[in-house]
C-alpha cells in the first residue's frame, strides 16, 4: 500500500474512535453504488468546491457526501428522492457544513502535527469486509479493482483512512473529559421526576343549560363565508380518460362448463375441507414421563398450563392451530376419539411421546359443484376478460398513435370514457381505486400525449389532461349539510368553553367540582403521561398549575376542569431514580461535549478562513439533477 513521506509513525492507540472506521466502511459501500455517477467530472477542469485554510473540499468528495445523505434520506422515506426534494430538506447545506467542519479538523490536525502510522492504516483497510476475498481475508486484487472502479487510487484512500483518525484524535482531545454540573443534573432529575394527581371533569352538550339551537339561514350563510377556505374544492386536474375494466366486461365473457368442473377438481381442497381439531401439543422425552404427567394431570394435582411451564414453554410453542387427522399422524385417532375438549395421551409424534390438549372441534365443510360454480364462474370471466384487454393494448396504442382523439378511440375500440376532476388527497373510487391509475394521473403533465397503460388489476387506461382546475368554492347548497355540521360543532365548543369557564369560576368560589358531574381521577401521572380522550395540552397545562389550582382545557371535541390535586416530588433513591439520574448525566455530558467541540471547529473555521466557489457546488448539483 502507498505510503507517505510526511508522518509521525505512533505507537497503536489503545482507544479508536468505531464511529470514524465506520464511516469509512459505508463509505466504501457507497462507492460500490456510484460506479457510473460522473463524480469526477464537473467540467472546466474544477476539483475543488472550497477550502478551509490550506485544506481543499474536493468536488468529488462534496458529491459523494451528497448522493450517501440521499441515500439515507430515501431508504428512510421507503422510496427515492430527487436532488430537488433533498435541498428542500436542506441536505445540501447540511452535507457543505460538515464538509467544511471536517477539513477545518484536517487544517488544524495537519498544522500542529497530528498524523497515524502506516500499520493503523493498514489495520483498519485489511479488516474492512468491502475489501476481502471469497477466503474471507484482505485480497489485494479486490482492493485495488474496488478503488480503481470508484477513481481513487490507494494513496488517496489510506491518506483519507489516516486524515480520519488525526480528526478522530483532535475531535477526541476536544470532547474527553466532560462533566455534568451536580446542580443541573439534581434540577433536571427533579423536574423529569416530578408526578402529579388531578381531577377531570369533562363536559358534554348534557351539561348546557339548554341544548343548542338549530342555525338560521343567516348563520348558516355567515359561516360559510367566514370559512370558505374550509368548504373549497382544492386543485384539481380536469381529466379525461377512456378504459377498459375486467369488471365491465367479465359479463360478456363464456365459460365453459367442463373448463368449470377441472378448475373445480383442481382447487378440489378449498372446497372439501376435513372436519378439524384445535390442538396443542405437549412433548416429553419419554412414554414414562408423558404417562406421570398425564396421571397427575388426571388426578387433579396439575392442570395441563401447570404441566406447560413445568417444561419450560408457553401455549403459543405447544399450538398446533387446526389441523386434521391425516395431519396428526399416529396421534390421529386418538385425539379424534375425544368427542368434547379434552387431553388425550400419551401418544406418539414426530418429536417423541405427547399430551395432545383439543380445545374445540371444527365441522367439516363440503361446498359442491353447484355451489361453487358460481363463483368460480365470476373468477374465470374475469380471468378471461383480462387476457382479452391485455389483447387489444396494441390495437389501441396503435389508434392513439395515429392521432386519434381519446373520443375517437371510445367510439371505435367500444371502451368506457369519462371526465373526472382529479385531486390526489381525495377518497379513490370508481376508476381511481385503481393504484396504476392514480400514479399515472399524478404524473400527468399538460401538453402529454395519451397512450395505453396496462393496469395490475387487468384494466386498460389512456388518460388525458384537459386543464387544471384552480381551488373552486363548493356551493353553499351542494355543501349546506357540511356548512351545518361545522358550525354546530363550532357553537357547541364556544357553548362548552363557556360552561367550563363558569364551572370554574363556581369551584374556585367553594363549590364541589362533582356537583356539575361525574369526575375521574387520575394518580401521580408524569409528563410524559397520557390520557385517553383529553386533548395534548392537558398534561402541559397541568404541570403548569400551581397546587390545588382549577383550570379549563380546551381541545378539538373536548371541554373539561381540572384540578390539580397533589405534586408528588421525584424519587431520590431506587433503582429507577438512579437509571434516571444516570441518563441525564449522560445526555447533559454528551450535550456540553457536542456545544465544546461546535465552538471548537467553528471557531478553527473562522480562524483558517472559508473559501467557496458556487460555480463548482453548481456544477456538482447539476450533475445530482
Same mark, same amino acid.
Given at each position: 500500500? #502507498?505510503?507517505?513521506?510526511?508522518?509521525?509513525?505512533?505507537?497503536?492507540?489503545?482507544?479508536?474512535?468505531?464511529?470514524?472506521?465506520?464511516?469509512?466502511? *459505508?463509505?466504501?459501500?457507497?462507492?460500490?453504488?456510484? %460506479?457510473?455517477?460522473?463524480?469526477?467530472?464537473?467540467?472546466?477542469?474544477?476539483?475543488?468546491?472550497?477550502?478551509?485554510?490550506?485544506?481543499?473540499?474536493?468536488?468529488?468528495?462534496?458529491?459523494?457526501?451528497?448522493?450517501?445523505?440521499?441515500?439515507?434520506?430515501?431508504?428512510?422515506?421507503?422510496?427515492?428522492?430527487?436532488?430537488?426534494?433533498?435541498?428542500?430538506?436542506?441536505?445540501?447545506?447540511?452535507? /457543505?457544513?460538515?464538509?467544511?467542519?471536517? #477539513?477545518?479538523?484536517?487544517?488544524?490536525?495537519?498544522?500542529?502535527?497530528?498524523?497515524?502510522?502506516?500499520?493503523?492504516?493498514?489495520?483498519? &483497510?485489511?479488516?474492512?469486509?468491502?475489501?476481502?476475498?471469497?477466503?474471507?481475508?484482505?485480497?489485494?486484487?479486490?482492493?485495488?479493482?474496488?478503488?480503481?472502479?470508484?477513481?481513487?487510487?490507494?494513496?488517496?484512500?489510506?491518506?483519507?483512512?489516516?486524515?480520519?483518525?488525526?480528526?478522530?484524535?483532535?475531535?477526541?482531545?476536544?470532547?474527553?473529559?466532560?462533566?455534568?454540573?451536580?446542580?443541573?443534573?439534581?434540577?433536571?432529575?427533579?423536574?423529569?421526576?416530578?408526578?402529579?394527581?388531578?381531577?377531570?371533569?369533562?363536559?358534554?352538550?348534557?351539561?348546557?343549560? #339548554?341544548?343548542?339551537?338549530?342555525?338560521?339561514?343567516?348563520?348558516?350563510?355567515?359561516?360559510?363565508?367566514?370559512?370558505?377556505?374550509?368548504?373549497?374544492?382544492?386543485?384539481?386536474?380536469?381529466?379525461?380518460?377512456?378504459?377498459?375494466?375486467?369488471?365491465?366486461?367479465?359479463?360478456?365473457?363464456?365459460?365453459?362448463?367442463?373448463?368449470?368442473?377441472? *378448475?373445480?377438481?383442481?382447487?378440489?381442497?378449498?372446497?372439501?375441507?376435513?372436519?378439524?381439531?384445535?390442538?396443542?401439543?405437549?412433548?416429553?422425552?419419554?412414554?414414562?414421563?408423558?404417562?406421570?404427567?398425564?396421571?397427575?394431570?388426571?388426578?387433579?394435582?396439575?392442570?395441563?398450563?401447570?404441566?406447560?411451564?413445568?417444561?419450560?414453554?408457553?401455549?403459543?410453542? &405447544?399450538?398446533?392451530?387446526?389441523?386434521?387427522?391425516?395431519?396428526?399422524?399416529?396421534?390421529?385417532?386418538?385425539?379424534? $376419539?375425544?368427542?368434547?375438549?379434552?387431553?388425550?395421551?400419551?401418544?406418539?409424534?414426530?418429536?417423541?411421546?405427547?399430551?395432545?390438549?383439543?380445545?374445540?372441534?371444527?365441522?367439516?365443510?363440503?361446498?359442491?359443484?353447484?355451489?361453487?360454480?358460481?363463483?368460480?364462474?365470476?373468477?374465470?370471466?374475469?380471468?378471461?376478460?383480462?387476457?382479452?384487454?391485455?389483447?387489444?393494448?396494441?390495437?389501441?396504442?396503435? /389508434?392513439?398513435?395515429?392521432?386519434?382523439?381519446?373520443?375517437?378511440?371510445?367510439?371505435?375500440?367500444?371502451?368506457?370514457?369519462?371526465?373526472?376532476?382529479?385531486?390526489?388527497?381525495?377518497?379513490?373510487?370508481?376508476?381511481?381505486?385503481?393504484?396504476?391509475?392514480?400514479?399515472?394521473?399524478?404524473?400527468?403533465?399538460? %401538453?402529454?400525449?395519451?397512450?395505453? &397503460?396496462?393496469?395490475?388489476?387487468?384494466?386498460?387506461?389512456?388518460?388525458?389532461?384537459?386543464?387544471?382546475?384552480?381551488?373552486?368554492?363548493?356551493?353553499?347548497?351542494?355543501?349546506?349539510?357540511?356548512?351545518?355540521?361545522?358550525?354546530?360543532?363550532?357553537?357547541?365548543?364556544?357553548?362548552?368553553?363557556?360552561?367550563?369557564?363558569?364551572?370554574?369560576?363556581?369551584?374556585?368560589? %367553594? $363549590?364541589?367540582?362533582?356537583?356539575?358531574?361525574?369526575?375521574?381521577?387520575?394518580?401521580?401521572?408524569?409528563?410524559?403521561?397520557?390520557?385517553?380522550?383529553?386533548?395534548?395540552? /392537558?398534561?402541559?397545562?397541568?404541570?403548569?398549575? #400551581?397546587?390545588?389550582?382549577?383550570?379549563?382545557?380546551?381541545?378539538?371535541?373536548?371541554?373539561?376542569?381540572?384540578?390539580?390535586? %397533589?405534586?408528588?416530588?421525584?424519587?431520590?433513591?431506587?433503582?429507577?431514580?438512579?437509571?434516571?439520574?444516570?441518563?441525564?448525566?449522560?445526555?447533559?455530558?454528551?450535550?456540553?461535549?457536542?456545544?465544546?467541540?461546535?465552538?471548537?471547529?467553528?471557531? /478553527?473555521?473562522?480562524?483558517?478562513? &472559508?473559501?467557496?466557489?458556487?460555480?463548482?457546488?453548481?456544477?456538482?448539483?447539476?450533475?445530482?439533477?
Amino acid at each position: 500500500m #502507498a505510503k507517505t513521506t510526511t508522518e509521525t509513525e505512533e505507537r497503536p492507540r489503545k482507544k479508536k474512535s468505531a464511529g470514524s472506521i465506520l464511516v469509512w466502511t *459505508l463509505l466504501v459501500l457507497v462507492m460500490l453504488g456510484l %460506479g457510473g455517477f460522473g463524480v469526477t467530472n464537473f467540467g472546466g477542469g474544477v476539483t475543488a468546491i472550497g477550502r478551509v485554510g490550506d485544506r481543499e473540499i474536493t468536488t468529488t468528495d462534496y458529491a459523494r457526501a451528497l448522493q450517501q445523505e440521499m441515500n439515507a434520506l430515501s431508504a428512510q422515506f421507503g422510496q427515492p428522492i430527487t436532488f430537488a426534494q433533498a435541498q428542500a430538506f436542506g441536505l445540501d447545506q447540511r452535507v /457543505l457544513q460538515t464538509l467544511i467542519t471536517r #477539513a477545518a479538523l484536517d487544517n488544524e490536525a495537519a498544522k500542529i502535527g497530528i498524523s497515524v502510522g502506516d500499520a493503523t492504516v493498514a489495520n483498519e &483497510i485489511t479488516a474492512m469486509q468491502a475489501f476481502q476475498g471469497t477466503a474471507g481475508v484482505f485480497d489485494r486484487d479486490t482492493y485495488r479493482f474496488t478503488l480503481e472502479r470508484n477513481n481513487l487510487t490507494e494513496a488517496q484512500f489510506e491518506q483519507g483512512i489516516r486524515e480520519d483518525a488525526a480528526r478522530s484524535v483532535l475531535q477526541g482531545a476536544v470532547v474527553g473529559g466532560f462533566t455534568a454540573p451536580v446542580a443541573a443534573v439534581d434540577a433536571l432529575a427533579a423536574w423529569a421526576g416530578e408526578t402529579r394527581s388531578f381531577s377531570l371533569l369533562q363536559l358534554t352538550e348534557g351539561d348546557l343549560a #339548554a341544548p343548542l339551537s338549530a342555525p338560521t339561514e343567516e348563520e348558516v350563510k355567515a359561516f360559510y363565508d367566514e370559512n370558505i377556505d374550509r368548504f373549497t374544492r382544492p386543485e384539481a386536474k380536469r381529466i379525461t380518460y377512456v378504459a377498459l375494466v375486467p369488471e365491465t366486461l367479465a359479463p360478456t365473457m363464456e365459460v365453459d362448463e367442463t373448463a368449470l368442473r377441472a *378448475l373445480y377438481d383442481e382447487r378440489i381442497d378449498e372446497f372439501m375441507i376435513p372436519e378439524k381439531r384445535l390442538v396443542e401439543r405437549l412433548v416429553y422425552p419419554s412414554d414414562e414421563e408423558a404417562a406421570a404427567a398425564k396421571a397427575r394431570l388426571d388426578a387433579g394435582e396439575v392442570t395441563f398450563d401447570d404441566l406447560v411451564a413445568e417444561r419450560g414453554l408457553t401455549l403459543d410453542v &405447544i399450538d398446533l392451530g387446526d389441523v386434521s387427522k391425516v395431519q396428526l399422524g399416529a396421534a390421529g385417532d386418538g385425539v379424534f $376419539a375425544l368427542t368434547e375438549p379434552g387431553v388425550a395421551g400419551p401418544l406418539p409424534s414426530d418429536l417423541g411421546p405427547a399430551l395432545f390438549r383439543m380445545n374445540a372441534i371444527l365441522a367439516a365443510q363440503e361446498t359442491t359443484f353447484e355451489a361453487a360454480k358460481e363463483s368460480l364462474g365470476a373468477e374465470m370471466r374475469t380471468d378471461a376478460a383480462r387476457r382479452a384487454i391485455d389483447a387489444r393494448s396494441e390495437e389501441i396504442n396503435d /389508434l392513439l398513435a395515429s392521432g386519434a382523439e381519446l373520443e375517437e378511440v371510445a367510439q371505435e375500440a367500444g371502451m368506457e370514457i369519462a371526465t373526472i376532476d382529479y385531486v390526489a388527497t381525495d377518497t379513490p373510487e370508481g376508476i381511481t381505486a385503481y393504484s396504476g391509475f392514480r400514479e399515472a394521473a399524478d404524473a400527468l403533465q399538460e %401538453g402529454d400525449f395519451p397512450e395505453a &397503460i396496462m393496469l395490475d388489476e387487468g384494466a386498460l387506461v389512456a388518460l388525458r389532461l384537459d386543464e387544471i382546475v384552480p381551488p373552486t368554492p363548493v356551493p353553499l347548497e351542494e355543501a349546506r349539510e357540511d356548512v351545518v355540521a361545522a358550525w354546530t360543532a363550532d357553537a357547541l365548543a364556544k357553548a362548552l368553553a363557556a360552561r367550563a369557564a363558569e364551572v370554574k369560576a363556581e369551584v374556585e368560589g %367553594g $363549590a364541589s367540582l362533582g356537583a356539575f358531574g361525574i369526575v375521574s381521577v387520575t394518580r401521580n401521572i408524569g409528563r410524559d403521561g397520557f390520557v385517553e380522550g383529553a386533548p395534548d395540552t /392537558l398534561i402541559p397545562t397541568l404541570f403548569e398549575m #400551581a397546587d390545588g389550582a382549577i383550570a379549563v382545557v380546551e381541545g378539538p371535541g373536548f371541554a373539561g376542569v381540572i384540578r390539580l390535586d %397533589g405534586i408528588t416530588p421525584a424519587a431520590t433513591t431506587g433503582e429507577d431514580a438512579e437509571a434516571m439520574r444516570d441518563m441525564i448525566e449522560v445526555r447533559a455530558r454528551q450535550a456540553l461535549a457536542q456545544d465544546a467541540f461546535t465552538l471548537f471547529a467553528n471557531g /478553527l473555521s473562522n480562524e483558517a478562513g &472559508i473559501q467557496l466557489d458556487q460555480t463548482a457546488i453548481n456544477a456538482v448539483h447539476a450533475q445530482m439533477n
